[in-house]
């Protein structure tokens, strides 16, 4: 059987979505799986290996997507189409496949002919509904979000022990910043105790790592070592992890170090929490009501090691 799944979106969607691709290349272990996805997620992930092919769907014109979407679908013969984005855009998609040709679809979205109808939005974590949708599918076994396939094993010689910050948000999310003075409160009393602080995160973050900066001059900015193919391991090798509610944090809180999470506490933040054995949430309807004080109170309390 040839497979199409399709899987656009955020670094942090991305991520949650890995546990299902793998699910799904374990309950069709020999057919050719080919993803479809934006090419800013070929060029982080082009390693995956759950996927027998990547092709490239932009997004920039209805028009294309669907030109590209009809291309693979008969060039490669595909049977099955799963739909791990969910969007109204996938939904269009459904529509003119279902009209067109006998490629079935699994998804949550009208048009679909296994789909998978979701609660009412933060009564289910994203991932959870991922897997209930493969249920539909014959699934029964489902995998946990991984990207162990990343680490490099560097074998990298950690000369002090040391926290990484993740302090900025996409341009779309500034909402969800805990604000930088507060970063710099927090990373002055942990370099006070010997630690560390690395300041992680893209060219986009720079103002916000220089704004932490101004008043806590010792603090690193790690812009070079926050690339996405390295961050899992400099995650794994830090004493602990504090985070925005951003793409990079669902990374953060695989390496299975404390991520004491800063998010605001409502519905959408609850269904899209990061998966990990260790992520602390520390929630509140206002984020200027978080006192750095509580988080060092939250830290204090947890047992690093």
Not at 46 to 71: A, G, Q, V
Not at 86 to 103: A, E
Not at 288 to 300: A, F, H, M, S, T
Request: net charge positive; charged share 20%.
């Amino acid at each position: 059987m040839n497979i199409l799944v399709i899987k656009h979106g955020a670094l942090g969607d991305f991520v949650m979505a890995s546990g299902a691709m793998k699910s799904i290349r374990n309950y069709f272990p020999k057919d050719n799986i080919l993803l479809l996805t934006e090419e800013k997620n070929i060029k982080f992930f082009k390693s995956i290996p759950y996927f027998n092919s990547i092709k490239k769907d932009n997004r920039k014109s209805m028009f294309f997507s669907i030109f590209t979407l009809f291309n693979i679908i008969f060039s490669q013969k595909i049977n099955l189409i799963i739909d791990l984005q969910n969007s109204s855009r996938t939904q269009m998609y459904h529509f003119f496949v279902s009209k067109f040709t006998k490629v079935k679809i699994s998804s949550s979205r009208n048009h679909s002919h296994y789909r998978y109808i979701i609660p009412k939005q933060g009564d289910e974590h994203v991932i959870q509904g991922l897997n209930n949708q493969l249920f539909l599918l014959g699934l029964k076994t489902f995998e946990d979000p991984n990207l162990s396939w990343m680490i490099q094993n560097s074998n990298q010689q950690v000369k002090k022990k040391y926290i990484i910050l993740i302090p900025g948000a996409s341009k779309t999310g500034s909402y969800k910043k805990w604000p930088e003075d507060r970063y710099a409160k927090l990373s002055n009393h942990f370099i006070e105790n010997g630690f560390d602080i690395y300041l992680t995160g893209s060219n986009e973050d720079l103002k916000t790592m220089e704004l932490i900066r101004a008043t806590c001059p010792l603090a690193k900015i790690k812009i070079k070592e926050s690339k996405i193919e390295n961050f899992l391991e400099l995650c794994q090798n830090a004493s602990f992890i504090v985070a925005n509610d951003t793409g990079p944090t669902h990374i953060a809180a695989l390496s299975n170090r404390p991520l004491f999470w800063i998010a605001i506490d409502n519905s959408i933040s609850k269904a899209c929490q990061p998966f990990g054995k260790r992520v602390i949430p520390i929630l509140s309807k206002n984020l200027l009501d978080i006192d750095p004080k509580k988080i060092i109170e939250k830290i204090n309390s947890i047992k690093l090691s």
